[in-house]
């Protein structure tokens, strides 16, 4: 084979599992071919001796009654008549019988050095019938995938009767004539009669020594589960101790279904004894074999987690010598009430598995002793037909075939939600495709799949919807949620923005497509990183058991939805189950025809003509609200989506003991290829914050939600627009109004230049004779004083209002302007400085030096860069460089609170940096060819750099004073 390519190996690469798989499949279906034929094969060998049947032996004498001429016999006479010598040679015959079974297990399972099925100390013939059990007679020979007809009373070929009842089989076997021809006169009509009635009496008679075996069979598998579930209990008990032997999910794993297989046949044993104890040729015993066929489904379950049962139970004796001394020294009660050792209780898990595979054959040897005109007779017939069924549908699924199951019309499970989620495992983020069914959670993961190839499902975990609940804080022993930094994931917007630059710049090109393909996979790559990174709030489910998984989402909005999907559909749920591996595997193929969500949400997946989002400044005014029933404390949240998951971007205050709160509060929000804005109504707590058992985390309580489309061709009238988002009856009135970053980007100076906003600083520094302006230190005094504490300080948005109201007292040199202050909201003092930086005609590190800095900051050779940015620094004029050190110092004691504000040097960068450097003709930093294709995208670039200078001041450990902006000797005179 040629390996040129990557594409080349991972074709190869693909041939190979598929093989591998494929080769699987067949050993699987002939090791279970194998252990069903070794078991018929023991049978076959053993001799029926009258003790296995339950009743003692006939007298010799009868053996001579039977003719022992070859004549008028067949080779199986022959066969039957070397069989009969040996039951009258008891000596011989044990040492046959011991001979026969010794060769059995030499030659079983376990001495194959080349199979991988676990132990074969346990192997059919090993084991079976310990304590007297019944053995079948299986002369039949079928396999699990013969579709046999049913039996009739009448006589087959098959039939190769055990040998203690060989006389009574002849006699019934044979044919009238024969048997005239044996005694040497010409039947009679009464004769005939009464030897068709002696046959039937003796058939009849027959049943109850089969069905006597039956019982014993019974009694010792039965022991074989009792011992299997005596360790189940402890092993439960302790492992809701400190020091557990072993996980609840590994006792379910390994002991799974035994307990309802033990009460199925324990019923059964129970309903049959009374019936043969009282016994008569008229007894009916078909109903209770009907009723266990029609119970086989708990095999199937049995038999699909019989591998992994096996699989957990070896690594459990391995991890843990107390479980595995356990393990090895099971004890099963005998029918002497002795007890006896089996090997290991993976040698007890395949008992079902042996059991199951010999249904039928107890169901053959039933009818062959039951008249056609029996009550019996239809009801085992139909007991054989489930079974048989049963039997050829598991030989089916030893080679699946690999099919989509579609759910049928009227059906009850239906897919109501799938989304894509973060999931996190062990500390570690994981994408996840969740699939919320009508009755269950079913959490998946996507494989990766070679060019041209179909999606495929591996299924990770699932929880039926009458098992689920939201884990509380007590419950939860998780590890905190491991954050991401914030300068990680500006990274990624920075490598994003880039990336998208380039596949713009690619298509003008003639460079071909493979370019653009190896681009927008690089894309794809860095949004589905930013996608896991970014979700920080917990969403907590756990099954009945206790053992939780956790989601990460990042909008409060998203996880109040699938709560209340759950919640609904858990009313219609109250009964637990659990799938088989078949059926869980059926389901999780139906997923590729039945999910929502087909793709990521990232631009990448998005078509060149569809929308990519609003950029720039959505104003938002919140006036109020009604529809309430009752008086609430109530406040708004208002989310937008960025980047492919939602953020949120504002915060009313709370509006007290009433039912028609009104807030009349407006609000900027920056929209980064927003979509969707979202709006959470939310009760506040009047006391404590309220502790959330369902959520596992402090918050307070959703009223209501609901959310807007932001429609391009509407807000793009420079009006307001105004707009209702009822709620479940409760209705918000809003008003809102988009600037694009274009005309948001300008600095716009003030007319009135006797005010402060919109004036250049040095013209107010030099009227109000100081070097930082008078509202800078106001400000700054107010935050300090009270502000510091406050989560999300400069980041949440302060009530415009409010805002203007402060910027109108400044403006106007009002006197009151700090009592003023010490009235207001610090949110809305935090803004008014932040606009002041805004609204300057040019920004703080000037117009002149911006390209320098967005240049220095891009150096990679540290040294240069901190010669290159603190010399550009020492350049400004003095009342900028001085206003910005005063500043520097404020933020970095904003900072020193972090644990409290939630405040980092990066968060503050971000707020900060394009307010401080953004330049005030912006029409000449984007080429005209470019601004058509990638205005969002280049003004997100420059949004970074901007980002990145201002930390990178913050994070320096010393700034020479203005005093020593001339005499520094450190630096060199030229950038």
Avoid at 386 to 395: A, E, G, R, T, V
Avoid at 415 to 427: I, K
Wanted: one cysteine or more.
């Amino acid at each position: 084979m040629e390996l040129n390519s990557l594409g080349d190996i991972e074709q190869e690469l693909d041939k190979c599992k598929s093989s591998i798989r494929h080769l699987e499949k067949e050993v699987n279906m002939e090791r279970f071919r194998m252990i069903y034929l070794q078991t018929l094969l023991a049978k076959e060998r053993k001799s029926y001796d009258g003790q296995r049947w339950g009743f003692k032996q006939m007298p010799q004498a009868n053996d001579g009654d039977l003719p022992q001429g070859p004549d008028s016999r067949g080779p199986q006479a022959d066969d039957a008549q070397a069989e009969g010598q040996l039951q009258g040679r008891p000596g011989k015959m044990a040492r046959t019988k011991s001979n026969l079974e010794g060769n059995v297990n030499d030659h079983s399972i376990e001495e194959d050095p080349h199979l991988t099925w676990p132990r074969r100390s346990y192997s059919p013939g090993t084991f079976d019938d310990a304590g007297g059990g019944y053995t079948p007679d299986c002369s039949s020979n079928e396999n699990l995938t013969s579709s046999e007809e049913d039996f009739s009373s009448g006589q087959s070929s098959h039939v190769s009767p055990s040998p203690t009842t060989y006389q009574m089989f002849r006699e019934k076997s044979r044919s009238p004539s024969q048997q005239s021809l044996d005694s040497g006169s010409p039947p009679t009509p009464e004769s005939q009669k009464s030897l068709n009635h002696q046959g039937l009496e003796k058939g009849l008679e027959m049943r109850k020594w089969v069905l006597s075996g039956i019982l014993a069979s019974e009694e010792t598998y039965l022991s074989h589960l009792e011992a299997l579930l005596i360790p189940m209990k402890p092993l439960r008990a302790v492992a809701t101790t400190s020091q557990p032997m072993l996980t609840i999910p590994e006792i379910e794993t390994i002991f799974f279904k035994v307990p309802e297989l033990h009460e199925i046949h324990k019923d059964f044993y129970d309903a049959l004894l009374p019936r043969v104890q009282d016994w008569s040729n008229h007894q009916c015993v078909g109903d209770l074999f009907q009723k266990l066929a029609s119970q086989l489904g708990v095999y199937r379950a049995f038999v699909d987690n019989y591998k992994v049962a096996v699989e957990t139970a070896d690594k459990c004796c391995q991890a843990n010598a107390q479980f595995a001394q356990i393990s090895e020294n099971l004890k099963v009660k005998s029918t002497k009430d002795s007890y006896h050792f089996f090997p290991s209780s993976t040698a007890l898990l395949y008992k079902p598995v042996d059991r199951v595979t010999r249904s039928t054959l107890v169901l053959h040897d039933l009818l062959k002793h039951t008249p056609s005109s029996h009550p019996d007779y239809p009801l085992l017939q139909d007991a054989l037909r489930i079974s048989q069924n049963f039997l050829s549908s598991i030989n089916e699924e030893i080679t699946p075939r690999r099919q989509s199951m579609t759910i049928k019309k009227g059906e009850n499970r239906q897919l109501l939600r799938d989304r894509f989620m973060v999931e996190l495992v062990e500390g570690s983020r994981k994408l996840r495709h969740v699939f919320l069914f009508t009755d269950l959670l079913l959490c998946t993961k996507l494989k990766k799949q070679a060019a041209g190839k179909g999606q495929h499902y591996d299924c990770k975990w699932y929880i039926p919807l009458a098992d689920l609940t939201f884990q509380t804080i007590e419950d939860s022993e998780s590890s905190p949620i491991p954050l991401v930094q914030d300068e990680e994931i500006d990274a990624m917007k920075i490598k994003i923005s880039q990336i998208r630059n380039d596949i713009q710049r690619e298509k003008r090109t003639t460079k071909g497509p493979k370019v653009i393909e190896r681009l927008k996979k690089k894309l794809s790559e860095q949004e589905s990183l930013l996608l896991l990174m970014s979700p920080n709030m917990a969403f907590k489910v756990a099954n009945r058991n206790g053992k939780g998984f956790t989601f990460l989402i990042s909008s409060d909005y998203e996880r109040a939805e699938w709560r209340e999907i759950i919640r609904e559909q858990q009313k219609k749920c109250f009964k637990s189950f659990s799938l088989t591996s078949l059926e869980l595997q059926m389901l999780t193929n139906s997923c590729v025809k039945l999910q929502t969500v087909h793709t990521i949400p990232m631009s990448i997946n998005k078509e060149d003509d569809e929308s990519s989002g609003l950029c720039g400044f959505l104003d938002v005014i919140v006036h109020s609200a009604t529809g309430l029933k009752h008086s609430l404390n109530l406040y708004c949240s208002l989310e937008v989506d960025s980047f492919g998951y939602f953020v949120n971007k504002a915060k009313t205050r709370v509006y007290r003991d009433s039912t028609e709160p009104s807030w009349n509060e407006e609000f900027e929000i920056e929209l980064e290829g927003s979509q969707t804005l979202r709006l959470l109504c939310y009760e506040k707590c009047c006391s404590k914050p309220k502790q959330s058992k369902e959520d596992g985390e402090v918050t307070d309580k959703i009223i209501a939600k609901g959310q807007i489309k932001l429609d391009p061709q509407t807000l793009q009238n420079k009006d307001w627009q105004r707009t209702v988002i009822a709620m479940n009856g409760i209705e918000v009135k809003l008003s809102m109004k988009f600037n694009s970053r274009e005309f948001s980007l300008k600095r716009m100076p003030s007319r009135k230049q006797s005010g402060v906003f919109g004036v250049k600083i040095n013209a107010v520094t030099k009227r109000e004779r100081s070097k930082v302006p008078l509202i800078v230190r106001q400000c700054v005094e107010e935050i300090e004083r009270r502000g510091m504490d406050e989560v999300g300080i400069y980041r949440v948005s302060g009530v415009a209002t409010d805002i203007q109201a402060l910027k109108a007292a400044f403006d106007s040199n009002n006197k009151d302007v700090s009592v003023m202050m010490r009235e207001m909201d610090v949110n809305a003092i935090a803004g008014t400085l932040k606009l002041y930086f805004r609204e300057l005609p040019e920004p703080l590190f000037t117009d002149e030096l911006y390209p320098n800095f967005a240049g220095g900051i891009a150096l990679s050779d540290s040294v240069a860069k901190e010669s290159c940015m603190l010399n550009l620094l020492l350049s400004l004029p003095e009342p900028n460089l001085v206003t910005f050190l005063f500043l520097l110092d404020h933020l970095k004691r904003v900072a020193e609170n972090e644990c409290i504000n939630k405040m980092s040097l990066h968060n503050l960068a971000t707020v900060f940096g394009p307010t401080l450097l953004r330049p005030s003709e912006k029409d000449t930093k984007i080429s005209t060819s470019s601004q058509p294709l990638s205005m969002n995208d280049s003004w997100s670039l420059e949004v970074m750099a901007q980002v990145q200078v201002l930390l990178y001041f913050l994070q320096l450990e010393s700034i020479p004073t203005p005093d020593s902006k001339r005499q520094s000797l450190l630096f060199s005179t030229e950038v």
